[in-house]
Protein backbone atom coordinates (compact mmCIF):
# COMPACT_ATOMS: atom_id res chain seq x y z
CA UNK A 1 0.00 0.00 0.00
CA UNK A 2 1.48 4.09 -0.28
CA UNK A 3 0.61 6.30 1.03
CA UNK A 4 0.20 9.88 -0.98
CA UNK A 5 3.81 12.18 1.00
CA UNK A 6 1.50 15.55 1.48
CA UNK A 7 -1.18 13.62 3.40
CA UNK A 8 1.27 11.51 5.42
CA UNK A 9 3.19 15.26 6.36
CA UNK A 10 0.02 16.74 7.17
CA UNK A 11 -1.01 14.08 9.53
CA UNK A 12 2.26 14.01 11.05
CA UNK A 13 1.60 17.92 11.62
CA UNK A 14 -1.13 17.50 13.27
CA UNK A 15 0.28 14.63 15.23
CA UNK A 16 3.26 15.89 16.35
CA UNK A 17 1.21 19.29 17.07
CA UNK A 18 4.58 20.72 15.11
CA UNK A 19 3.22 24.40 14.91
CA UNK A 20 2.99 25.01 18.15
CA UNK A 21 6.88 24.13 18.90
CA UNK A 22 9.79 26.47 18.56
CA UNK A 23 12.58 24.29 17.53
CA UNK A 24 16.77 24.23 16.22
CA UNK A 25 15.66 23.52 12.99
CA UNK A 26 13.03 22.61 10.37
CA UNK A 27 10.53 19.53 11.22
CA UNK A 28 9.28 17.98 8.82
CA UNK A 29 9.98 17.17 4.78
CA UNK A 30 13.92 18.44 4.98
CA UNK A 31 14.66 16.66 1.57
CA UNK A 32 11.95 16.21 -1.17
CA UNK A 33 12.00 12.38 -2.72
CA UNK A 34 9.21 10.34 -4.04
CA UNK A 35 5.24 11.78 -3.62
CA UNK A 36 4.40 8.44 -3.24
CA UNK A 37 5.78 6.45 -0.07
CA UNK A 38 5.20 2.56 0.24
CA UNK A 39 8.51 1.90 2.79
CA UNK A 40 9.81 3.88 5.40
CA UNK A 41 13.36 3.35 7.52
CA UNK A 42 13.36 4.65 10.52
CA UNK A 43 16.62 5.34 12.59
CA UNK A 44 17.74 8.30 15.23
CA UNK A 45 20.55 10.58 12.82
CA UNK A 46 20.12 11.31 9.65
CA UNK A 47 23.91 9.87 9.00
CA UNK A 48 25.59 8.04 6.01
CA UNK A 49 25.03 4.52 7.51
CA UNK A 50 21.24 4.69 7.59
CA UNK A 51 21.01 6.22 4.17
CA UNK A 52 23.05 3.82 2.64
CA UNK A 53 21.03 0.85 4.33
CA UNK A 54 17.48 2.74 3.97
CA UNK A 55 19.12 2.27 -0.01
CA UNK A 56 19.73 -1.36 0.93
CA UNK A 57 16.29 -1.68 1.97
CA UNK A 58 15.13 -0.13 -1.08
CA UNK A 59 13.22 2.99 1.00
CA UNK A 60 11.08 5.58 -0.27
CA UNK A 61 11.49 7.95 3.06
CA UNK A 62 13.92 8.15 5.85
CA UNK A 63 12.35 9.34 9.48
CA UNK A 64 14.42 10.75 11.80
CA UNK A 65 14.91 12.51 14.99
CA UNK A 66 18.34 14.34 14.50
CA UNK A 67 18.23 15.81 11.03
CA UNK A 68 19.98 18.30 9.13
CA UNK A 69 20.08 22.16 9.03
CA UNK A 70 20.57 23.66 12.50
CA UNK A 71 20.75 26.80 13.49
CA UNK A 72 24.21 28.31 13.50
CA UNK A 73 25.54 25.52 11.23
CA UNK A 74 27.95 26.64 7.96
CA UNK A 75 25.38 26.75 5.34
CA UNK A 76 27.48 25.57 2.51
CA UNK A 77 26.69 21.76 0.85
CA UNK A 78 29.90 20.27 0.72
CA UNK A 79 31.35 17.45 2.27
CA UNK A 80 29.95 14.86 4.75
CA UNK A 81 26.78 16.78 3.89
CA UNK A 82 27.24 17.03 0.32
CA UNK A 83 27.54 13.19 0.09
CA UNK A 84 24.36 12.77 2.86
CA UNK A 85 21.82 15.15 0.45
CA UNK A 86 23.48 13.63 -3.06
CA UNK A 87 22.76 9.97 -2.18
CA UNK A 88 19.35 11.02 -0.46
CA UNK A 89 18.44 13.03 -4.06
CA UNK A 90 19.99 10.06 -6.53
CA UNK A 91 17.62 7.69 -5.15
CA UNK A 92 14.49 9.72 -5.00
CA UNK A 93 14.25 9.23 -0.89
CA UNK A 94 12.79 11.64 1.37
CA UNK A 95 14.29 13.06 4.91
CA UNK A 96 11.46 13.81 7.14
CA UNK A 97 12.59 15.01 10.10
CA UNK A 98 11.56 15.92 13.78
CA UNK A 99 13.43 17.19 16.57
CA UNK A 100 11.95 18.53 19.81
CA UNK A 101 8.29 17.74 18.66
CA UNK A 102 9.09 13.91 18.95
CA UNK A 103 11.22 14.67 22.63
CA UNK A 104 7.91 16.39 23.85
CA UNK A 105 5.13 14.26 22.42
CA UNK A 106 3.25 12.17 25.11
CA UNK A 107 2.26 9.25 23.03
CA UNK A 108 5.59 8.69 20.93
CA UNK A 109 7.89 10.94 22.34
CA UNK A 110 11.69 10.28 23.56
CA UNK A 111 11.00 11.31 26.92
CA UNK A 112 7.39 9.15 27.54
CA UNK A 113 9.26 6.33 25.72
CA UNK A 114 12.55 6.16 28.27
CA UNK A 115 9.82 6.64 31.03
CA UNK A 116 8.14 2.89 29.78
CA UNK A 117 11.36 0.85 29.19
CA UNK A 118 12.63 1.97 33.19
CA UNK A 119 9.52 1.53 34.93
CA UNK A 120 8.67 5.22 35.26
CA UNK A 121 5.17 6.60 36.13
CA UNK A 122 4.71 10.21 34.96
CA UNK A 123 3.62 12.30 37.51
CA UNK A 124 4.48 15.88 35.54
CA UNK A 125 6.37 17.67 33.54
CA UNK A 126 9.98 19.09 34.65
CA UNK A 127 9.29 22.75 33.94
CA UNK A 128 5.64 23.48 34.46
CA UNK A 129 5.89 27.13 33.61
CA UNK A 130 8.31 26.60 30.24
CA UNK A 131 5.75 26.26 27.34
CA UNK A 132 8.49 23.70 25.62
CA UNK A 133 9.43 21.90 28.26
CA UNK A 134 11.13 19.02 27.56
CA UNK A 135 12.12 17.05 30.42
CA UNK A 136 9.62 15.10 32.33
CA UNK A 137 9.10 13.92 36.00
CA UNK A 138 8.29 10.89 37.72
CA UNK A 139 7.82 7.99 40.04
CA UNK A 140 9.56 4.35 40.85
CA UNK A 141 7.22 1.63 42.22
CA UNK A 142 9.68 1.04 45.02
CA UNK A 143 12.71 2.89 45.63
CA UNK A 144 16.09 1.81 44.38
CA UNK A 145 19.88 2.10 45.07
CA UNK A 146 22.21 3.72 42.57
CA UNK A 147 23.24 0.60 41.66
CA UNK A 148 20.04 -0.91 41.37
CA UNK A 149 18.95 1.80 39.09
CA UNK A 150 21.95 1.97 36.88
CA UNK A 151 21.74 -1.99 36.11
CA UNK A 152 17.51 -1.18 35.48
CA UNK A 153 18.85 1.37 32.82
CA UNK A 154 21.81 -1.12 31.28
CA UNK A 155 19.31 -3.60 31.09
CA UNK A 156 16.87 -1.41 29.01
CA UNK A 157 18.94 0.45 27.13
CA UNK A 158 21.65 -2.09 25.91
CA UNK A 159 24.29 0.13 27.45
CA UNK A 160 25.87 1.12 30.94
CA UNK A 161 25.08 4.41 32.22
CA UNK A 162 27.71 7.12 33.52
CA UNK A 163 26.74 7.11 37.39
CA UNK A 164 26.81 10.10 39.61
CA UNK A 165 26.09 8.22 43.56
CA UNK A 166 24.76 10.40 46.01
CA UNK A 167 24.17 7.34 48.24
CA UNK A 168 20.38 7.28 48.97
CA UNK A 169 17.51 5.74 47.63
CA UNK A 170 15.91 6.68 44.59
CA UNK A 171 12.33 7.03 44.03
CA UNK A 172 11.50 10.22 42.53
CA UNK A 173 13.31 11.04 38.99
CA UNK A 174 13.56 13.36 36.72
CA UNK A 175 14.74 13.24 33.13
CA UNK A 176 15.55 14.55 29.54
CA UNK A 177 16.73 12.41 27.02
CA UNK A 178 19.70 13.80 24.55
CA UNK A 179 22.33 16.31 25.25
CA UNK A 180 20.07 17.56 28.32
CA UNK A 181 22.48 18.10 31.13
CA UNK A 182 22.24 21.22 31.71
CA UNK A 183 18.31 20.36 33.10
CA UNK A 184 20.08 18.98 36.24
CA UNK A 185 19.71 22.91 37.77
CA UNK A 186 15.56 22.05 37.38
CA UNK A 187 15.90 19.12 38.51
CA UNK A 188 17.45 19.95 41.89
CA UNK A 189 15.00 22.44 41.99
CA UNK A 190 12.26 20.03 41.65
CA UNK A 191 13.90 18.20 44.34
CA UNK A 192 14.04 15.26 42.95
CA UNK A 193 16.50 12.20 44.24
CA UNK A 194 17.84 11.67 40.73
CA UNK A 195 18.19 13.21 37.20
CA UNK A 196 18.83 10.93 33.65
CA UNK A 197 19.34 12.06 30.49
CA UNK A 198 22.02 11.09 27.48
CA UNK A 199 24.99 12.92 28.09
CA UNK A 200 27.55 14.72 30.66
CA UNK A 201 29.40 17.59 31.12
CA UNK A 202 32.46 18.10 33.61
CA UNK A 203 30.88 20.36 35.68
CA UNK A 204 27.88 18.13 36.31
CA UNK A 205 29.91 15.76 38.64
CA UNK A 206 30.17 19.24 40.97
CA UNK A 207 26.60 19.73 40.68
CA UNK A 208 24.78 16.64 41.24
CA UNK A 209 27.74 15.93 44.55
CA UNK A 210 27.07 18.84 46.05
CA UNK A 211 23.41 19.01 45.87
CA UNK A 212 22.50 15.59 46.80
CA UNK A 213 21.16 14.18 43.57
CA UNK A 214 22.12 11.28 41.94
CA UNK A 215 22.92 11.43 37.99
CA UNK A 216 22.99 9.11 35.11
CA UNK A 217 24.27 9.53 31.71
CA UNK A 218 22.89 6.95 29.53
CA UNK A 219 23.99 8.40 26.35
CA UNK A 220 22.35 10.59 23.69
CA UNK A 221 21.74 8.06 21.03
CA UNK A 222 20.44 5.01 23.53
CA UNK A 223 18.12 7.58 25.21
CA UNK A 224 16.31 8.55 22.16
CA UNK A 225 15.99 5.14 20.16
CA UNK A 226 12.47 4.78 21.11
CA UNK A 227 10.54 7.96 20.00
CA UNK A 228 11.20 7.57 16.15
CA UNK A 229 10.39 3.86 16.27
CA UNK A 230 7.50 4.31 17.94
CA UNK A 231 6.59 7.24 15.31
CA UNK A 232 7.52 4.78 12.82
CA UNK A 233 5.01 2.16 13.96
CA UNK A 234 2.28 4.50 14.22
CA UNK A 235 2.70 5.55 10.24
CA UNK A 236 2.54 2.01 9.42
CA UNK A 237 -0.68 1.07 11.55
CA UNK A 238 -2.13 4.31 10.15
CA UNK A 239 -1.68 4.21 6.59
CA UNK A 240 -0.46 0.26 5.94
CA UNK A 241 2.96 0.68 4.84
CA UNK A 242 5.87 -0.83 5.75
CA UNK A 243 8.19 0.95 8.56
CA UNK A 244 11.57 -0.84 9.41
CA UNK A 245 13.80 0.40 12.34
CA UNK A 246 17.77 0.66 11.59
CA UNK A 247 19.86 0.34 14.50
CA UNK A 248 23.34 2.35 13.57
CA UNK A 249 25.28 2.05 16.69
CA UNK A 250 26.89 5.03 18.86
CA UNK A 251 28.28 4.76 21.96
CA UNK A 252 27.85 8.42 22.18
Known amino acids: MFVDRTLLLQDLEQFLNV ?13 EGKLQIQRIVSGVTASQALIDAAIELQA ?16 PIVGMKQRR ?10 LIAYHLPLDVHPEVGNNV ?3 QRLGLTVTGPLEPNNP ?4 LIGEL ?5 ASEFAA ?3 GALDRAPLVVDHGQPIQRVAWCTGGAQGYIEQAIAAGVDAYITGEVSERTFHEAQENGISFFAAGHHATERYGVQALG ?3 AQRFGIEHHYVECNNPV
Do not use: T
Open 60 to 75: DAILVHHGYFWKGEDQ
Open 233 to 235: EWL
Open 132 to 135: RNVG
Open 141 to 145: DVALS
Open 113 to 115: QLA
Open 85 to 94: IKALLAHDMN
Open 152 to 154: RIA
Open 19 to 31: SAISDYCPNGLQV
